[in-house]
Nanobody
Framework: QVQLVESGGGLVQPGGSLRLSCAASGSIFVANIMAWYRQAPGKQRELVASIRDGGFTVYADSVRGQFTISRGNAKNTVFLQMNSLKPEDTAVYYC?????????WGKGTLVTVSS
């Protein structure tokens, strides 16, 4: 059973930084794609950033240049470095992995940007 566990969320002041981590366990396969999505209150879940096993990255226009996605040395780990955070970045952030053509989601970690 594949499980994704996120960590690193919390409360941060505007302009601050946070680093989210996600580890997928339970699979012998390397994830083809790992990504971060977010869902703000009253809004649909949206893609924040994704990274393929070859390193190709995609970013939402709203976070390009502000957030950086990377994969860890350990298999099926992914990070999201978030800088210059704004109140509009407040959301539950979900980790996603595509492993062997199946889709997996974490339970989410809350990021609150507020003074």
């Amino acid at each position: 059973q594949v499980q994704l566990v996120e960590s690193g969320g919390g409360l941060v002041q505007p302009g601050g930084s946070l680093r989210l981590s996600c580890a997928a366990s339970g699979s012998i396969f390397v994830a083809n794609i790992m990504a971060w999505y977010r869902q703000a209150p009253g809004k649909q879940r949206e893609l924040v950033a994704s990274i393929r096993d070859g390193g190709f990255t995609v970013y939402a226009d709203s976070v390009r240049g502000q957030f950086t996605i990377s994969r860890g040395n350990a298999k099926n780990t992914v990070f999201l470095q978030m800088n210059s955070l704004k109140p509009e970045d407040t959301a539950v952030y979900y980790c996603y992995a595509s492993i062997n053509l199946l889709n997996y989601w974490g339970k989410g970690t809350l990021v609150t940007v507020s003074s």
